[in-house]
């Protein structure tokens, strides 16, 4: 696909509301040490099996009707509470959809996605308490950067003063101390972003999903700014699915990368594994 159609693609249907679907006060039962199955580890998390998803074709041509075209194509894989998962592949293979469909975004034609092995089918974008962050911030143009960052918290009623101790916790975190009243307007794309990942950590989702936070930014800025993301996953302990077309972005950010073609998920493995033993040639044609 054109460079230009894949932006107007991805501006057409971003994972929308990003900002407020943090909501949803209950504490997450996985770091709570509530309910877990029996017999599965408190590290379960998130579980997509057999996922499918499908549009209808936007071209459709001569062929009248449901022509469909599958995004996503029969893909499972886990994240561990706790860990960074990258998903890598080339535009159109399907990345953006499968993080759409684990939000909640797309609907599933096949396939399950699960927290710790419940079910979401019936959970609402907001209900699941995870966080979304895109490659364009989508931050509040008339709200400052405190206000940005408190936008959540706001959402779930968090008290004032706790509200402000978390947001000046988070700008200490993305290292924008002093950035509070800033307007956004007037930060660079990096900053922008820093704010982006700080309002996305407020509320502490149970699973951040990124879409290509950082491919807005030029080459220098992204390999900074993807060290320094890993370091606030990691330092947050945050469960994590990073969604890039960049490899190094992917092998620096990540536990695990998976390699997407086509719609399916070709090897989901650690980078040192991916690079020393590729399942396919396709794989290590990819990664070459
Ligand atoms: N809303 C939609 N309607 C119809 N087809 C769509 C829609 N969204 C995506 N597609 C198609 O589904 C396939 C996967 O798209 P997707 O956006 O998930 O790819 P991607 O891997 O995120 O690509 P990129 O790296 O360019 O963002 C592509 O063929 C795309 O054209
Ligand atoms: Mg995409």
Redesign the pocket.
């Known amino acids: 696909?054109e460079e230009k159609?894949?932006a107007g693609?991805?501006a057409?249907?971003p994972l929308d509301g990003a900002p407020g679907q943090q909501g949803g006060s209950a504490p997450d039962p996985g770091t709570s040490g509530g309910a877990a199955v029996p017999g599965r580890g408190a590290a379960r998390g998130l579980g997509v099996s057999d996922v499918v998803?499908r549009?209808?074709?936007?071209d459709r041509g001569a062929r009248r009707g449901r022509a469909l075209?599958?995004?996503?194509d029969h893909v499972s894989l886990d994240v561990a509470k706790g860990e960074i998962v990258a998903?890598l592949?080339?535009?159109?293979?399907?990345?953006?959809?499968?993080?759409?469909a684990v939000a909640g975004l797309?609907p599933l034609a096949q396939g399950t996605v699960t927290w710790d092995d419940a079910d979401l089918a019936g959970v609402l974008v907001h209900r699941r308490q995870f966080g979304l962050m895109f490659q364009d911030g989508q931050l509040f143009p008339h709200r400052n950067v405190e206000r940005n960052v408190a936008y959540g918290l706001e959402a779930q009623h968090v008290p004032r003063a706790e509200r402000a101790a978390r947001v000046t916790e988070l700008l200490d975190l993305v290292s924008l101390a002093g950035f509070g009243r800033r307007r956004v307007a007037n930060l660079s794309g990096g900053e922008r972003q820093r704010v982006a990942l700080a309002r996305a950590l407020a509320p502490r989702p149970r699973l951040l999903l990124l879409?290509?936070p950082l491919?807005a930014l030029d080459r220098r800025l992204r390999e900074r700014l993807a060290a320094d993301v890993r370091d606030v996953l990691r330092e947050t302990g945050t469960t994590a699915l990073f969604?890039t077309?960049d490899h190094e972005e992917a092998f620096t950010v990540a536990d695990r990368v998976g390699v997407?073609s086509a719609?399916r998920l070709l090897q989901l493995a650690a980078p040192e594994v991916l690079r020393s033993s590729p399942a396919t040639p396709e794989v290590e044609e990819f990664l070459r």
């Open positions: 696909m159609e894949r693609a991805a057409e249907a998803v549009y209808e074709k936007r075209t599958t995004a996503v998903l592949g080339p535009s159109g293979c399907g990345k953006s959809s499968l993080l759409r797309e879409d290509e491919s969604v077309h997407m719609g």
